[in-house]
Structure formats: C-alpha cells, structure tokens
C-alpha cells in the first residue's frame, strides 16, 4: 500500500520560515517525479514545486521562485520543501505528491500527472 504522509505545517508570522516534509512507504520515491501541491479555501489546488527522480531538476511556482525549495532524500524516501519569507498567502493546505512516472514533463504542475497524493499538512501565515 501506497502511503505518503505530510509533516511540518504550523502557524507562522509572515516572513518566518518552516520546513515541510513528506515520507513515502509502498514506493520507491527516487523512481518518481515527486511533487508539493496547496489548496487554499475556495480554491483550487495548484503546484508549488517539484523535482525530478534523480533530483536533477526542479520546478517551481512563480509565486514561490527564490522562497521555496524543494529536496529529496532518496535513501531515506523523504521529499521536503524548505519555506522562507511566508506570505499571509502562502495560507493552504499543502499535499505532497508522487508522479507517475521518473521525469516530471510539461506541464509540471498538471495533477493527473501524479498518481499518489497524501492526506496535506496545513501551513497558516498570519499578517
């Protein structure tokens, strides 16, 4: 079985930091494009960032370039995403996310390319 979990989300002042991660069971993460998606209230879910299987790439949101970083550690199956500078509208449910296949594509942030999602971690940025 299948299983991602989320860790890391709390309630944060904007500019603050906090470090996400998401551990893999029932998979080998290294084989899968892996990403972290958000969904704030009334919205829909859009990509935030991802990176390739052997790590050699990475993608990110515009909104987040130069704030968010995205890492995977293979031998121990984790993918984290490290957040600096938060903004009130960083505020979402954040979920990680394995892809179906070793490269991420283009589209990096299409959903249906990712078969497997985890529960979400919620990070809350207050003004």
């Known amino acids: 079985q299948v299983r991602l979990v989320e860790s890391g989300g709390d309630s944060v002042q904007a500019g603050g930091s906090l470090r996400l991660s998401c551990a893999a069971s029932?998979?080998?993460?290294?084989?899968?494009?892996m990403g972290w998606f958000r969904q704030a209230p009334g919205k829909g879910r859009e990509g935030v960032a991802a990176?390739?299987?052997?790590?050699?790439?990475?993608y990110y949101a515009d909104s987040v370039k130069g704030r968010f970083t995205i890492s995977r550690d293979n031998a121990k199956n984790t993918i984290d995403l490290q957040m600096n500078s938060l903004k009130p509208e960083d505020t979402a449910m954040y979920y990680c996310?394995?892809?179906?296949?070793?490269?991420?594509?283009?589209?990096?942030?299409?959903?249906?390319?990712?078969?497997?999602w985890g529960q979400g971690t919620q990070v809350t940025v207050s003004s």
């Open positions: 990176i390739q299987s052997d790590g050699s790439s990475t």
């Open positions: 029932g998979i080998t993460a290294s084989s899968y494009c």
């Open positions: 996310a394995a892809g179906t296949w070793d490269y991420c594509g283009m589209p990096w942030n299409r959903l249906s390319r990712f078969r497997y």
